[in-house]
C-alpha cells in the first residue's frame, strides 16, 4: 500500500506544487488548508507523514502540532514543518516541540523527498524494533515465570541465550538468524512449565518416572509455542536442544546435521550454564574448567564445528561481560 502524506498549507498553488512533486514519487496525498481542516481531515483518515506550514489562518501550524502530538494513535505520526520564514526564533519553536524536521521554503524537490522518505524509514525501524523488544519483554517474563519453579536455574534462561548470541555471531550469522537464537534460547525451557516442581527441585537423584517427565520439555515446550506464526522459526531450538550430536540424546535421539544447527549451538550454551552452576548433585565448575569440559565432549555431545565456534566466543570475553539481554 502506498504511503499518504498529508499536506497542510494555505497557499493554494504551493499545496498543488507539493501534491504533485509527492504523486510523482509515488505517494498519496491529502491536502488542508490550515491545521483546523487537518484535524478534520483526520477524523477520518490517518496519513503516514504530515508535511505542515506554520503561519496559516484560523489553526496555526504550531498549534495543529500540539493537537496531533496530544493524541496517542496520532503520537507516532513523523511531522515535519515547512515554512517561508527562515528565522531562527520558528525553527528553535519547531524543534523544541518535537517535530522531527523543518524545511524551509522554497523546497526542493530533492530535498522534500529525501526528508519524507528518511522520515518514514525511521519510523519503519522504530515500529520494528518497539515491536520486538515488547515481544522479547513478554517471553522473557513468562520464561522468567518458568524459571522461578526451579530454584537451581536463575537467570539460567538469559545466560543461555547470551552465550548462544555470543557462539553464533562467530559464525557471521545475520541479524534475522540471530533473532532465532535470542528467542529461542528465552523460550528453550519453555516446556518446563509441565515438570512439577516436587521434580524441578528433588535434591536427591530422580527416578524413572521423574526422568521421564524431564524428558518430555523439549516436545511439549515446542507444542507450545507451534500455534505462533512468530515463534515457529524457534521449533528447532526448542524441540532439539537436549539432542546429542552423537544421536545419544533426548527425546528423539537423532544427530549429526539431522539437529538444527540453532540447536547444536544452544546444547553448547545450555550445558556451560548448567556446569557452571551451583546444583545440589555436583560441585560446580569454574568457567575455564567448563570450557575444557565442553570441547572435551566435541564429537560426541556436541557439533566439533560449533565447539569451535564457541571457544572463539569464549577467548574474546570469557563470557564474563556480555551484553546483557536488554
Ligand atoms: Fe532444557
Ligand atoms: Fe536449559
Not at 165 to 171: G, P, T, V
Not at 187 to 208: A, N, Q, S, Y
Not at 252 to 261: A, L, Q, R, W
Request: charged share 30%.
Amino acid at each position: 500500500m502506498e504511503d499518504t502524506i498529508l499536506i497542510v498549507e494555505d497557499n493554494p498553488t504551493l499545496r498543488e506544487g507539493l501534491c504533485e512533486i509527492l504523486e510523482f514519487e509515488g505517494f498519496s496525498t491529502l491536502t488542508a488548508g490550515n491545521g483546523q481542516e487537518a484535524l478534520d481531515v483526520m477524523a477520518t483518515q490517518l496519513p503516514n507523514l504530515i508535511l505542515a506550514d506554520i503561519s496559516m489562518p484560523v489553526m496555526d501550524g504550531f498549534e495543529f502540532f500540539g493537537h496531533v502530538r496530544e493524541r496517542e494513535d496520532w503520537l507516532k505520526i513523523p511531522f515535519i514543518f515547512l515554512s517561508a520564514r527562515s528565522d531562527k526564533p520558528d525553527i528553535l519553536k519547531g524543534k523544541k516541540l518535537g517535530a522531527e524536521d523543518y524545511l524551509v521554503k522554497p523546497v526542493d524537490h530533492d530535498e522534500l523527498i529525501t526528508a519524507v522518505r528518511s522520515r518514514m524509514e525511521r519510523n519503519e525501524q522504530l515500529a520494528i524494533v518497539q515491536l520486538r523488544d515488547s515481544y522479547q519483554s513478554s517471553l522473557l517474563m513468562l520464561a522468567n515465570a518458568i524459571e522461578l519453579r526451579d530454584r537451581y536455574t536463575r537467570g539460567h534462561v538469559e545466560r543461555v541465550t547470551m552465550y548462544s548470541l555470543a557462539i553464533a555471531e562467530e559464525l557471521g550469522w545475520s541479524q534475522d538468524r540471530l533473532e532465532i537464537i535470542r528467542f529461542g534460547g528465552i523460550l528453550h525451557d519453555v516446556g518446563k512449565i509441565h515438570v512439577r516442581e516436587t521434580t524441578l527441585r528433588k535434591t536427591g537423584p530422580l527416578d524413572d518416572k521423574e526422568w521421564a517427565e524431564i524428558r518430555q520439555h523439549p516436545q511439549i515446550g515446542a507444542d507450545m509455542i507451534k500455534e505462533v506464526a512468530y515463534l515457529k522459526p524457534m521449533d528447532g531450538i526448542v524441540r532439539y536442544h537436549h539432542e546429542r550430536f552423537d544421536g545419544k540424546g533426548y527425546p528423539y535421539g537423532i544427530g549429526g546435521s539431522e539437529i538444527p544447527i540453532e540447536a547444536r549451538i544452544v546444547a553448547i550454551a545450555d550445558s556451560f550454564d548448567a556446569i557452571t552452576s551451583n546444583r545440589t548433585y555436583r560441585p560446580k565448575l569454574t568457567f575455564d574448567e567448563a570450557y575444557l569440559e565442553i570441547q572435551n565432549c566435541a564429537g560426541d555431545r556436541y557439533d566439533p564445528e560449533m565447539v569451535d565456534a564457541f571457544k572463539q566466543a569464549y577467548m574474546k570475553t570469557r563470557f564474563a561481560q556480555l551484553p546483557k539481554l536488554s
